[in-house]
């Protein structure tokens, strides 16, 4: 009777509760994430328009779409425009945040009011983009308060223009960009810091070495996959920009179309109902993400692994 | 026992389904609860609640659908609903949508819009008296009209009296009109209204409707994108402006344009019509928003209006009764009261300065002793009579407002030099040819 039971709990199997737990995430992915993608995919074959409220096609015309943006289309320009005004944000926005987080989780600083400060910096990642973009549209127009204090103050006699100039439209929305999200990653980098052994700052601080030694020895090393995983979420998010532009140059990535990101040139044809080169600049722009990510995943890494099996080696 | 009692109470769901649908059947004869209307702004709203919404069935409601113009959002949205019209619940049906001059044309050869006469039940003469041009518009290949419209738009130059009087020492619209009425002698006065500090126009596209109005020929041939010799002689003419500092630089809609216009603006004059002088630039004259529409608010009351150096038309609003509405009696009589009834539009056009579409009332109101507060006490309605007459939109094209647009947008680059003509003409290309990808260059 005994050994009966045993067998009997022998042959339950729990791993199917592991199974039933995953789940929903597969299911959520499959439906939003999956289908959409390959449908997208899928679509990027077709010639597949609407002309007022007449439809055109589908029809299946291969890889023409392809043909058409890589040939005709300035879409090269455009994966420029966005890489250069994501850089001008991601650069500031990284150092400014590891030095913050470094402050912030300092056991020798000591700071006051942390948790004010943290949320203080926060705080423009909750307003939306775009009322973001409108504000800065506001302020920074020719008759807006920046250019009342500038002609004021002297330091001009004319108003800057400086939405129609290329240097400051890309400046200014690589710096929206950069109050958004420097406050969150400031964040992520916090916790990547805390996560760090304190024992190891302390003894290498009780052996004499200075600060900066701490950190470019023991911080930044320990530091790299939160630091690559900053990089690489800011970069797909840096790849999507689109609410803060869209808002402040008029859809059109006014001056001169320079400030045009991949993801307003794709909103162009979806607003005119063209699924079929929507679908195929949408694949251009996976490629050109997934291509990137494994690039600087790749190249930062590198050194990590790289250290951790020499020390491996040295044992 | 149990089997029968089932059976009898499938019987008693199913006869019962049945008499619901005999009423739902003689329902269909009854007007809908919910009349939905789309449109762009409140003009209409406005409109509406003024000079009819009390005469709404009290259990109907009206559900307004507002969505912005620019970027065609308003025709995407609309677009949408009405390719699902068919599919839609009754209450969630479109009854009535608007359609402006730009894009009328999409519409009007569509069986999206109904017959105003055929379908909807207006008589001739319920609209005879209104411009021709209004009804040649919205006029489809078979000679069916589908649409009607409260306004006739013809337009003229707003200048602002107390500037006038001190480039050129009068502020009477006859005078005025003398010294405005050719390009070159606009220029002129352009050239000696910057020599006392002032902009002789707003910014960039202010004179743009002058120009595209009088266009020779559409926007599209074919399916192949026509530059007409008008949009050519604005481009020269607003590059010249712009370098010799004749105008503020601003974009249309801008608030630097409104500015221009505040009781410290610059600016010597707007081009606009009827509908512009009561809705836009009265409004932002204004420095208490909610203040009087009174001399002394603002720039309130230091306006005139002349034809200035060319005649023209910009804009106009019709409405479109939706095919598949069930509020077809209602829609008549908005259409009536709104368009056809004299006492309406005299009300319109006397209590917020719009020019009415019936050329008789105009006529009267032209003769009469009416005075525009925000006009300086003139009669404008007699300066827009002769104009109106002459109003002819032949050319007009279903891509009018995406090719406004994106020209506006593309050559206020070539304006603030950043671009040369040729760039801007690419972008400009570029850009409609995503809007419209049937086109070719």
Redesign the interface.
């Known amino acids: 009777m005994h050994r009966l039971v045993l067998k009997r709990k022998k042959s339950i199997s729990y791993s199917k509760w592991g199974y039933y737990f995953i789940a929903p995430f597969f299911i959520i992915y499959i439906t939003f994430s999956l289908i959409p993608l390959l449908s997208t995919f899928y679509n990027s074959f077709f010639e597949n328009y609407r002309v007022g409220l007449t439809q055109v096609g589908p029809e299946f015309v291969g890889l023409d779409n392809y043909v058409q943006i890589l040939t005709e289309s300035d879409v090269p320009r455009y994966a420029m425009n966005t890489i250069i005004m994501w850089i001008l944000g991601f650069v500031p926005q990284i150092v400014i945040s590891l030095l913050l987080a470094l402050w912030f989780s300092s056991s020798n600083l000591k700071l006051k009011g942390l948790a004010f400060f943290k949320t203080v910096i926060y705080m423009p990642n909750l307003i939306m983009a775009a009322a973001f973009s409108m504000l800065f549209f506001t302020m920074f127009s020719d008759a807006g308060p920046i250019n009342s204090i500038l002609v004021s103050a002297g330091f001009t006699d004319d108003p800057v223009r400086f939405l129609t100039m290329k240097t400051t439209s890309r400046g200014l929305i690589a710096f929206m960009n950069f109050l958004m999200w420097y406050g969150n990653t400031t964040i992520l980098l916090m916790a990547g810091i805390m996560g760090i052994d304190e024992s190891l700052i302390e003894a290498s601080r009780i052996d004499g070495a200075s600060s900066i030694q701490i950190f470019t020895k023991i911080i930044f090393p320990l530091l790299l996959p939160i630091l690559v995983y900053v990089m690489i979420t800011s970069l797909i998010g840096g790849l999507q920009m689109f609410d803060v532009p869209q808002i402040l140059t008029k859809g059109d990535g006014l001056p001169d179309r320079t400030t045009l990101t991949l993801i307003m040139y794709l909103n162009k044809h979806l607003f005119s109902r063209n699924f079929g080169l929507g679908g195929a600049v949408s694949t251009l722009i996976f490629i050109l993400t997934a291509i990137l990510s494994v690039f600087v995943y790749n190249m930062t890494m590198k050194n990590y692994y790289g250290e951790n099996r020499n020390r491996k080696g040295g044992k | 026992m149990k089997k029968a009692l089932l059976l009898c109470v499938l019987a008693a769901l199913a006869i019962g389904s049945l008499s619901a649908n005999g009423s739902q059947d003689e329902m269909a004869v009854e007007e809908g609860k919910v009349l939905n209307i789309h449109c762009w702004n409140t003009e209409f709203q406005d409109r509406f609640n003024a000079y009819y919404a009390d005469k709404v069935p009290a259990d109907v409601t009206v559900n307004w659908v507002i969505t912005p113009n620019a970027?065609?959002a308003y025709q995407?949205k609309l677009?949408e609903f009405?390719?699902q019209q068919e599919n839609a619940a009754a209450d969630d049906k479109v009854d009535i949508f608007l359609v402006e001059a730009d894009y009328a044309l999409?519409?009007v050869d569509?069986p999206?819009a109904l017959d105003v006469i055929g379908d909807i039940g207006l008589s001739e003469s319920d609209i005879a008296n209104q411009y021709g041009y209004t009804k040649d518009i919205m006029t489809d290949a078979d000679g069916l009209l589908k649409g009607v419209s409260w306004q006739a738009c013809p337009g003229g130059f707003i200048y602002r009296r107390s500037i006038a009087k001190d480039v050129l020492g009068t502020d009477d619209p006859v005078e005025v009109q003398k010294a405005l009425d050719s390009w070159e002698n606009f220029d002129k006065v352009a050239a000696q209204a910057k020599a006392k500090d002032y902009f002789m126009l707003s910014g960039y596209d202010d004179a743009f409707r002058v120009f595209s109005d009088n266009m020779t020929s559409k926007w599209v041939e074919g399916n192949k994108i026509n530059i007409d010799p008008a949009i050519e002689q604005w481009i020269d003419m607003t590059k010249t402006y712009t370098e010799m500092g004749y105008n503020n630089?601003?974009n249309l809609w801008?608030?630097?344009s409104w500015?221009g216009a505040a009781s410290d603006g610059r600016v010597f004059g707007y081009y606009g019509p009827g509908w512009f002088v009561d809705f836009c630039l009265g409004p932002a004259t204004k420095a208490d928003a909610d203040g009087e529409n009174a001399i002394g608010n603002g720039s309130y009351g230091d306006w005139g209006l002349v034809k200035g150096p060319q005649g023209f038309s910009w804009g106009g609003t019709w409405i479109v009764g939706a095919a598949g509405s069930d509020n077809l009696t209602l829609i008549k009589d908005i259409m009536i009261t709104l368009t056809g009834d004299e006492a309406t539009l005299k009300s319109i056009a006397t209590e917020m300065g719009d020019f009415t579409n019936n050329e008789k009332a105009m006529a009267e109101i032209g003769k009469s002793d009416y005075s525009n507060a925000f006009l300086g006490g003139q009669n404008h309605i007699s300066e827009f009579l002769e104009s109106a007459k002459s109003i002819d939109r032949s050319n007009m094209s279903?891509y009018d407002q995406g090719m406004t647009e994106?020209l506006m947008?593309?050559f206020?680059?070539y304006f603030?030099g950043?671009?040369s003509k040729d760039?801007a003409w690419d972008?400009f290309y570029?850009?409609v040819l995503?809007?419209?990808?049937?086109l070719t260059r």
């Open positions: 970027d065609n995407n677009d009405l390719l999409k519409y569509t999206y630089k601003a801008s608030a630097e500015s279903p994106k947008n593309s206020s680059d603030n950043t671009i760039k972008n570029t850009s995503e809007l419209y990808p049937n």
